[in-house]
């Protein structure tokens, strides 16, 4: 984990290995102190806190989750006297996207070998996945602490001398989706609307809600972006990001009106300058999602987990690329 300076008072604590628990974090050391995300273990969130410790005296007296996933939230129980923000479709999400029993459970069934074997039978994606995990982050002793203060579409905080805008932009990646803009500095923590060097993932919402977003995001003209995963960048990462969503539904739509089923297409779409991204097998996800468009499915439609790696981790072996997620 390293701290980098973006602007004058807003910093960035980044997982430069940016593998899938390896989400990035803010702070804003204006007006007691405001940390966005909170990493996804309590190791991970410890080091942040002393990272931010190094130019914010003591414990900031807000937290911003940027959307529900536990990647995002899982340290809020660290920042017991804080106020936690977040929009109002958060908690209820929370409590389905980030239980960490939830998580417990598969990496208790991978670590034990006489479970291992035959679930490796059945979900082979699953339990390759499942497995990444436990090399970094330890999910014990992790109790879900929700939101204690909730928005609608905007909230202006204000810091004394700084603004800053929560703008609810989801749903996109997932419902909750808000970017934190200072516009002062001309910063935009971007949460999950905007991964870096990294495949995305949209568990619920639109391609075209996503893609009005991130236009959004552009129309703020940035100086800097800090993506919810990968290196800081400028406006050019959300382009980028608009570039691929964009190029994974036109591919898609072309294979779907040939009759070919989403994990097929995945096997045939060629990654072109998105070869070099993180889980580029993350592409059935978002091929998947495409096919629920064309098929009008309900934008909300809950996915099978264990089906879907088992899809990501099949795309991966066709591909002869590394099965991560």
């Known amino acids: 984990m390293r701290l980098t300076q973006v602007s004058d008072n807003c910093f960035a604590v980044l997982n430069e290995e940016n593998r899938g628990c390896d989400a990035n974090s803010g702070l804003i050391n204006r007006g007691g102190g405001v940390v966005i995300d909170t990493?996804?273990?309590?190791?991970?969130?410890?080091?942040?806190?002393?990272?931010?410790?190094?130019?914010?005296?003591?414990?900031?007296?807000?937290?911003?989750?940027?959307?529900?996933?536990?990647?995002?939230?899982?340290?809020?129980?660290?920042?017991?006297?804080?106020?936690?923000?977040?929009?109002?479709t958060t908690p209820d999400r929370m409590k389905r996207a980030a239980d960490p029993k939830e998580v417990q459970k598969p990496l208790e069934g991978v670590g034990h070998v006489p479970t291992r074997l035959p679930l490796a039978g059945i979900h082979p994606g699953a339990v390759a996945i499942a497995r990444q995990p436990q090399q970094d982050y330890d999910f014990d002793k992790i109790n879900l602490v929700l939101p204690t203060s909730l928005f609608n579409d905007r909230l202006v905080l204000d810091l004394g001398d700084t603004e800053v805008h929560l703008i609810h932009v989801g749903p996109c990646h997932q419902a909750g989706d808000t970017i934190v803009h200072v516009p002062a500095e001309r910063v935009v923590f971007a949460g999950d609307v905007i991964l870096r060097q990294c495949t995305p993932v949209g568990w619920t919402g639109t391609y075209e809600k996503w893609l009005k977003a991130l236009d959004l995001i552009i129309s703020l003209d940035p100086e800097v972006i800090v993506p919810g995963h990968g290196p800081v960048c400028g406006i050019e990462g959300a382009m980028e990001?608009?570039?691929?969503?964009?190029?994974?539904?036109?591919?898609?739509?072309?294979?779907?009106?040939q009759g070919l089923s989403s994990l097929e297409a995945c096997k045939r779409i060629d990654l072109g300058p998105y070869d070099d991204w993180r889980f580029p097998a993350r592409l059935y996800l978002n091929v998947e999602r495409a096919y629920r468009e064309f098929r009008d499915e309900p934008a909300d439609a809950p996915w099978d987990s264990a089906k879907s790696l088992d899809a990501i981790c099949e795309v991966a072996k066709a591909r002869g690329i590394e099965v991560e997620f």
């Open 241 to 257: 990001m608009q570039a691929y969503l964009e190029y994974v539904r036109e591919e898609s739509e072309a294979y779907f009106r």
């Open 39 to 88: 990493q996804a273990d309590l190791s991970h969130a410890r080091q942040m806190i002393g990272l931010f410790g190094e130019v914010w005296p003591g414990m900031p007296k807000r937290v911003i989750n940027t959307h529900e996933d536990g990647d995002h939230v899982w340290g809020n129980q660290l920042f017991e006297d804080a106020e936690i923000l977040a929009h109002r």
